[in-house]
């Protein structure tokens, strides 16, 4: 008889484990980064826009590339803090490099950054880390 660590039966066991817990950890992850998005930007956004922020928030988790989004509009916001905002999702998923998350913004937030390539996006990510309305965090709370 076999020892039960090379048993077929017992090694799918594990993998089913192994990606159960995986997926409740990347679900986990999605949920603390859609109630951070909607603290931070329920003030300065319609309800709507919310809506749409959040299924892009998904999207993004998912490593999906966003075709054509519908714009979010933000009031009172600067840029600054809509780089804050994409370095604070880039890191707390930690997928993908920063080239995307800054064209993430670019096309979420086309209103506001119209005026910014992607390239600039990028290289102030970080800037001013406790100036704005959006704040560098250390990691997203619940």
């Not at 090694?11 to 990606?19: A, G, S, T, Y």
């Not at 959040?54 to 999207?59: L, R, Y």
């Not at 370095?87 to 998350?101: A, L, M, R, T, Y």
Request: net charge negative.
């Amino acid at each position: 008889m076999a020892p039960k660590s090379i048993e077929p039966e017992f090694i799918q066991e594990i993998r089913v484990n192994q990606q159960r817990k995986q997926s409740d950890k990347s679900k986990e992850k999605l949920e603390i980064a859609i109630s951070y998005t909607q603290h931070e930007f329920a003030p300065y956004v319609s309800d709507d826009d919310l809506k749409e922020l959040c299924q892009h928030i998904t999207a993004y988790s998912e490593g999906n590339i966003l075709q054509n989004p519908q714009p979010v509009r933000v009031v009172k916001l600067t840029s600054l803090d809509l780089y804050h905002f994409g370095w604070n999702i880039w890191k707390h998923f930690s997928i993908g490099k920063q080239d995307e998350v800054a064209l993430f913004l670019k096309l979420v937030f086309a209103e506001a950054l119209k005026d910014v390539e992607p390239d600039t996006i990028k290289s102030h990510l970080k800037d001013e880390e406790q100036k704005g309305l959006i704040k560098i965090q250390k990691r997203l709370l619940e």
